[in-house]
């Protein structure tokens, strides 16, 4: 069964997270530097088949717009480009990165390992993809 990816996606960087083949756990991937990003997706996508791409959406707290919206519907443009056959869905990315933090605290994580924004970023990912998944009823 292919993997549906999910991207948290970063002016500087780029959380990725994948589930496994059966569709059942999110998993935090890597942290791509975004000038990487599209050659990254393409690379991944020729060794592993991708079901879905899930890509978060910032949003306000009003639910508006907010800087780095324009930048990420860009890029989902770019994606639907270049992966036409693969289809993209959105998921409202609001507190992911709150989350992200407070999940490595409660996992224990040193504050060395909190302060590396990649780590962040990937973790952040994976609350989308999950997100995704719950939404799908999967």
Known sequence: MPRILAIDYGLKRTGIAVTDNLQ??????????????????????????????????????????????????????????????????????????KLALDAMIRSGSSKKDRREKGNIDKISATIILQSFMESQGI
Do not use: C, N
């Not at 991708?50 to 994606?79: C, I, K, M, W």
């Open 24 to 97: 059942i756990i999110a998993t935090a991937l890597t942290t791509v530097p975004t000038s990487e990003l599209m050659a990254f997706l393409k690379k991944y996508t020729t060794e592993e088949q991708v079901e879905a791409f899930v890509l978060g959406l910032p949003t306000s707290l009003q639910g508006g717009d907010t800087d780095a919206t324009p930048h990420v519907r860009g890029f989902a443009h770019a994606l639907q480009k270049e992966f036409s056959e693969i289809p993209l869905h959105w998921i409202d990315e609001r507190f992911t990165s």
